[in-house]
């Protein structure tokens, strides 16, 4: 009998850049080795909630947990008395960033989670580095003196990554000087120097120190803010293992992306980590590394194995889809504060999606 499992996920929405969360619940109700019961927590009904009706057994409308913590944790706890074995997966940096600081809250209240450690956040998005790790001039400025940045003399063009994982290209001190002012209010931003080379995105995810599991991809389609739309692995031996020392000196704990230039001499430039699950995280599934499937086993207690391969030259291209349903589903959530597929009929569930895409796990 496969062990039986509650995964509750945050930030599970679409839009114009579907989330790490919304990927994770797909991924989760693809694979076949653990009996997942899915919860989607949700903080607006007509938001995240309507949209992650089509991917889980329950939806949950909760406490916003940047606004009000302590009803959040207080709702955790509730869901813990009613779902067995729930472990909790941040949707998005933002989230991850948040549930950190409150992970003693969490664990208190049943939650299992791989997070951060909370006094980490603060040196985002570039951590303390250890030997091996080269990263170019750059300087992380706090969002109330975000301007300090342009009373140094920078060599353009010059990124601008904030702690969520936007980013943006500065080619003169005016762009920087727009792009800090437009910035998230008291978000905290990194400014670093461009090195010519190849953009790596590595994934990757660790309970303690050294990283459990990590795949390397080269993002092909980048959107403005960062976001990667399609992207391919990479399993250069020697890559890899440079790979594997830079994230083992940076000390991460959790899911996170780190980004690097691959200079023409073969030598990985830091350029920025980001808490949570990158975008492409479907990816690491395709390559044979699962890794929001290895955090639910991470969570639940066990150890970490010796770091696997994963395959080379694995392509993913993400598509956005609309999926309608009946507005006795929204209807509910606004009313009752939740749904669940055992709520409704079969019959009554298939008028809203197709079959393949959303049959119930549980009833």
Sequence with gaps: MKPHVTVALTSVHGGDAPSAGLVAAQMLRRQQALD???????????????????????????????????????????????????????????????????????????????????????????????????????????????????????????????????????YNPTDLHAILAAGPAGAVAGVYEAVPGIEISVATLARDAAPASLVIARPL??????????????????????????????????????????????RLWFTGLTPGFPSWVSLTAAAGQDLVLQYVHLALGARPGRLSTFADEVFQARVSVDHPTTIDVLRQLVTEGETSHAARSRDHLRTAAPDHAHAPLHQ
């Design 221 to 266: 389609h980048v959107s403005e803010n960062g976001v990667v739309w399609s992207a391919v692995t990479m399993a250069n031996p020697r890559l890899v293992a440079d790979a594997r020392r830079a994230m083992a000196a940076l000390r991460w704990r959790g899911p996170a992306e780190a980004r690097f230039t691959l200079d023409d001499g073969g």
């Design 36 to 170: 997942v019961r899915l919860v989607v927590l949700a903080t607006d009904a007509f938001a995240d909630g309507i949209q992650g009706v089509h991917v889980a057994d329950r939806v949950v409308v909760v406490p916003p947990l940047a606004r009000d913590p302590e009803a959040f944790v207080a709702r955790i706890r509730d869901l813990t008395r009613q779902e067995r074995r729930l472990v909790l997966v941040p949707g998005s940096p933002g989230d991850t960033i948040a549930l950190a600081s409150w992970e003693p809250a969490l664990r208190g209240a049943g939650a299992r989670a791989i997070l951060p450690r909370a006094v980490r956040l603060r040196e985002l998005p570039f951590p303390s580095t250890g030997r091996g790790v080269w990263a170019p001039r750059h300087l992380v400025v706090a969002g109330s003196n975000r301007l300090q940045a342009l009373r140094r003399v920078w060599r353009y063009p010059v990124g601008v990554r904030w702690a969520d994982g936007e980013q943006a290209w500065a």
